[in-house]
């Protein structure tokens, strides 16, 4: 029996040992990308007399692991000479286009008038050096990653034509069945440069030369459709009551047969979006189009609804850009407010550290630069800034600022934590309780295994 207690000691000790349960339960690691400042979009002669640029917390919101920030950059600017111009501005944003509706609306403003912007559509965020991330560990900007602002612009500039394989007219066949049913779609394709868009389909896959679609025929209002360019064959498609395909309905399928374009195909979907509805302007349906084209010609075979929300949340180059009208020997106040996430890091923090980014460098594009002042008022749960690229002064009231003669040689990064200093993260300071559950059940396996094997030689012993 003492054996027994002995080996139940251990096995408990083996379940509870803090180097077994020392994992984390939650994300330690989120990535983000820094913001950047306003620029000219040629060279001209504005300059820059004064900037504030403010980040406020103090709505207290979230985006992903981060609290979200208010970022105001107010610009006084003016033209110096006896010639009144129209300025073309850009502020770019390396983000998902999914973000725009979560995040909030952006505001341009000259003089507290708001100003129409064009939302241009770039590729994809660039990817570089060692790591994918534009934040360290320590909160330091890799800069390395960064593209130029002449990259940004050829990003979103004369956008390529349609990929050949959805060049010119499509047919496009609609099914549809008088109750609710799950649809199943055959297609050959019978050569290599096959393609299709679809609407509603939640199955797809491929055996050989065959194309197999499954989805929903809703007696209201949903229907599947998919749109076939390139050699393939009219679909058969046929009703079943399970979702498996195995149960044929009685009920006909109604299948509508017409010519369409890819661009036509996806606008349409684009317009149903959170996504436009943020921003419902033509010239942003437009690029929208443009771009889900591009993304499409780059999928295989099929492009449906899980691949349009897959390029819609692609973290990509988003360019901004209006115009601004100058007197002559004229000032203008300018102002862009925008909602701005960070990135998080708690693998070596006993709470997570908070770290934004913001670029100064495409201001140096302007033909002046003076009077930088900085405002950072922080959250309440991360209520000081123990890192920043730019000394700041911490007031009364737990705001920090900083004031610049003219632009810095580097760009702006700080982090926000609970406490003044870092604090390391305890030994036990996060429990995985799906692994201690499941180490817990093993030591309980082992419990009734070494019962049995006492009563079994007990057993034994008494024979």
Not at 268 to 282: C, D, F, G, M, R
Not at 435 to 463: E, K, N, P, Q, Y
Request: charged share 20%.
């Amino acid at each position: 029996m003492k054996r027994l207690c002995a080996a139940v000691l251990c096995a408990s000790l083996i379940v509870l040992s803090p180097a077994a349960v020392s994992a984390n339960s939650g994300p330690s690691h989120w990535e983000t990308s820094p913001s950047f400042s306003v620029t000219p979009l040629s060279d001209c002669p504005i300059t820059v007399t004064e900037e504030d640029l403010s980040f406020d917390f103090a709505g207290q919101e979230h985006s992903g692991f981060s609290p979200l920030a208010t970022v105001t950059a107010q610009y006084r600017m003016k033209n110096p000479t006896a010639e009144a111009r129209n300025v073309q501005m850009a502020f770019p944003l390396i983000a998902s286009l999914s973000d725009l509706p979560r995040l909030g609306k952006i505001q341009i403003q000259a003089d507290g008038k708001d100003l129409p912007f064009r939302i241009s559509v770039g590729g994809e965020k660039p990817r570089g050096g060692v790591s994918d991330y534009y934040f360290t560990e320590e909160g330091e900007l890799q800069k390395t990653n960064l593209p130029s602002f002449q990259e940004i612009l050829r990003s979103v500039s004369a956008p390529p034509a349609a990929p050949e394989a959805l060049s010119g007219q499509g047919t496009l066949y609609r099914f549809r069945c008088a109750g609710n049913f799950h649809l199943k779609a055959d297609l050959q394709a019978l050569g290599e440069n096959a393609a299709l868009l679809t609407t509603g389909v939640s199955g797809f896959s491929q055996t050989g030369s065959g194309i197999h679609l499954t989805g929903w025929s809703d007696a209201k209002s949903g229907e599947m459709s998919v749109l076939v360019f390139g050699d393939v064959s009219k679909p058969e498609v046929a009703a079943y009551q399970d979702g498996e395909c195995r149960q044929k309905a009685d009920d006909d399928v109604n299948v509508t047969e017409e010519k369409q374009d890819a661009g036509s195909f996806l606008r349409e979907k684009l317009k149903q979006t959170e996504v436009y509805q943020a921003y419902p302007t033509e010239d942003f349906l437009s690029a929208l189009t443009s771009a889900a084209l591009r993304a499409a010609g780059n999928s295989l075979v099929a492009f449906g609804d899980g691949e349009l929300y897959g390029f819609l949340d692609q973290q990509r180059i988003l360019v901004l850009t209006y115009e601004v009208p100058f007197p002559a020997n004229g000032t203008r106040r300018v102002s862009v407010r925008y909602p701005m996430s960070g990135a998080m890091n708690s693998e070596k923090t006993a709470s997570p550290v908070y770290s934004y980014g913001y670029l100064l460098s495409p201001a140096k594009s302007w033909a002046g630069f003076q009077d930088l002042s900085i405002r950072v008022i922080p959250p309440q749960k991360a209520p000081y800034l123990v890192k920043s690229s730019i000394p700041m002064t911490r007031s009364q009231n737990g705001s920090y600022s900083a004031k610049l003669g003219s632009l810095p040689d580097g760009d702006l990064t700080f982090s926000l934590y609970p406490s003044e200093k870092l604090t390391p993260k305890p030994a036990f300071s996060h429990v995985d309780y799906g692994l201690l559950l499941t180490l817990v059940l093993i030591g309980i396996l082992l419990l009734l295994f070494l019962l049995f094997l006492h009563l079994f030689s007990f057993r034994r012993a008494d024979s």
